[in-house]
């Protein structure tokens, strides 16, 4: 009996939820072929356990923000012409790139044009739906085919004229630390006005964002003081902003406890009354998980002036995925301390307002689910390319 050779995956993610995403998909295609999977290109510790020995390190594509590509822009374009020639000479059954669309996709690009054989699958969609609309058409020659983690972009990238997708699901909706935190949210609560509120601080994952953040929620944790509210504060952080946040917090009237571990993480989540964040991918994690919240950002001055590209009607994901506004969004000049801290108010007690949340995180699960695991759907789709 022939033993079938192994298959060759090139792949390309240089965030760590890309590397995990990856991995995901690894794993997937082992189960779903019984072949060995052997992989060349960039990742991270979890792709690295499977096998990959990278090409460099995944952190230095790992860039967020316009200033910080612009900056970098010399070496970026020495990595993505090493990354493609890598690529393309290893002739891999199929190319997979995985977000951080500026690098990922100008190695798909080059890898099309040098070897037009190699299939080519991209794993997140880029926010076509939210800025620079004109890239989802614009993938169309060098991309087959886009695996969606989030249900609405299926439809808006068929509306742009970009390439076929499939909504594979995010992996959040099954990950144990966010079911175990809905969990121990959907038991019933003290919500009492003279109780101790459990508040989640959440100032962002990028020294940008704390920096530009820490100060006007410290003044809103004051205000709420003021106002009477005995408080428990919990900020969960990553380990590489830790000491900024750490000093920055220092100067409050109410020191929060800072958890770095990721299992007290999802039990701080449990036990939140409610949230006040940064904007980003930790607001679905927060509507997963079904903690109320407010959500704040400030803009770097670049991307202030890049603004008016931005088309999306909201920048929550709980919004754009329930569609309709489920989280208050306060931005720029609105970040003002003493509308958040009534903001937070509204949450603390048994509230129209938090009722209206807890309904719209109910809709985003609805929505979000899927029948199997996200990695099974997304190795199907790519095993469907291999095979031609």
């Known amino acids: 009996m022939a033993i079938e050779k192994p298959l060759k995956i090139a792949i390309v993610a240089g965030e760590e939820s890309g590397d995990l995403l990856g991995a995901d998909i690894v794993e997937a295609l082992k189960r779903a072929t019984g072949r060995e999977v052997r992989l060349v290109g960039i990742g991270g510790r979890h792709l690295q356990a499977l096998g990959l020995t990278p090409l460099f390190d995944g952190g230095e594509i790992a860039l967020m923000g316009l200033s910080a590509i ?4 010399p070496r970026l374009m020495r990595r993505i012409s090493q990354t493609a020639s890598a690529v393309a000479g290893g002739k891999p059954d199929c190319l997979i790139t995985i977000d951080s669309p500026d690098f990922s996709l100008r190695v798909a690009k080059k890898v099309r044009a040098a070897d037009p054989t190699i299939p080519i699958v991209h794993y997140v969609c880029p926010s076509v739906w939210a800025w620079r609309p004109g890239r989802a058409v614009a993938m169309k020659p060098y991309v087959d085919h886009i695996l969606c983690i989030l249900p609405f972009e299926v439809k808006d990238l068929a509306r742009l004229g970009g390439p076929p997708s499939t909504y594979v699901g995010h992996r959040l909706t099954h990950d144990p630390g966010v079911l175990g935190a809905a969990k121990a949210q959907s038991l019933p609560r003290d919500l009492s006005e003279d109780r101790v509120k459990t508040l989640l601080v959440l100032p962002g994952s990028r020294r940008g964002e704390v920096r530009r953040l820490v100060g ?12 009477g509210h005995r408080l428990r504060l919990l900020l969960p952080t990553v380990p590489h902003v830790a000491d900024l946040v750490r000093a920055s917090v220092a100067s409050w009237d109410e020191k929060p406890e800072i958890i770095l571990d990721p299992e007290r993480k999802w039990q701080a989540f449990g036990k939140a009354d409610a949230a006040l964040i940064a904007s980003g991918t930790v607001s679905l994690e927060l509507a997963l998980s079904g903690v109320p919240m407010i959500s704040c950002y400030r803009l770097d001055p670049v991307m202030r002036m890049a603004q008016r590209l931005i088309t ?3 920048a929550a994901l709980p919004n754009l995925i329930a569609d309709r506004p489920v989280v208050p969004e306060n931005y720029n000049e609105y970040v003002r301390p003493h509308y958040l801290a009534r903001q937070l108010e509204a949450l603390f ?20 689910a899927v029948d199997r695991p996200s990695g099974d759907i997304a190795a199907g789709v790519v095993m469907k390319y291999i095979n031609g």
């Open 216 to 227: 006007p929620f410290g003044k809103t944790i004051s205000i709420l003081r003021a106002r």
């Open 349 to 368: 007690s048994d509230t129209p307002y938090r009722a209206w949340q807890k309904d719209g995180f109910a809709e985003v699960a609805r929505r979000m």
């Open 70 to 73: 612009l900056r970098d822009l």
């Open 312 to 314: 999306v009607w909201s």
